[in-house]
């Protein structure tokens, strides 16, 4: 079974950092992109930040300058290290990968979710 797991969420105050983990594991073949998403309360899921089936990195407009998304290929692991946090940021972090599967072939799959809470 191929499933994201994530890690790295929690309680920050404004202007604080953390950073979160995305580790896929399973019967995986390769990982043609992979990246992170958020969902605020009351809000439609967004890109934050990600690495595209092409190589290339997007990162969203709102995020430029604070947040970093980087990646080690050899443990199949995505990483999200945010700083200078806003209690805009607030929301439940999504990983989300496009890969293939050994026996199932091409998969979308997400992770669990975990929550950033940006607070005083």
């Known amino acids: 079974q191929v499933q994201l797991v994530e890690s790295g969420g929690g309680l920050v105050q404004p202007g604080g950092s953390l950073r979160l983990s995305c580790a896929a594991s399973g019967s995986i073949f390769s990982i043609n992109a992979m990246g992170w998403y958020r969902q605020a309360p009351g809000k439609q899921r967004e890109l934050v930040a990600g690495f595209t089936r092409g190589g290339r990195t997007n990162i969203a407009d709102s995020v430029k300058g604070r947040f970093t998304i980087s990646r080690d290929n050899a443990k199949n692991t995505v990483y999200l290290l945010m700083n200078s946090l806003k209690p805009e940021d607030t929301a439940v972090y999504y990983c989300?990968?496009?890969?293939?599967?050994?026996?199932?072939?091409?998969?979308?799959?997400w992770g669990q979710g975990t929550l950033v809470t940006v607070s005083s």
């Open positions: 989300n990968a496009d890969l293939v599967a050994v026996v199932k072939g091409y998969l979308e799959v």
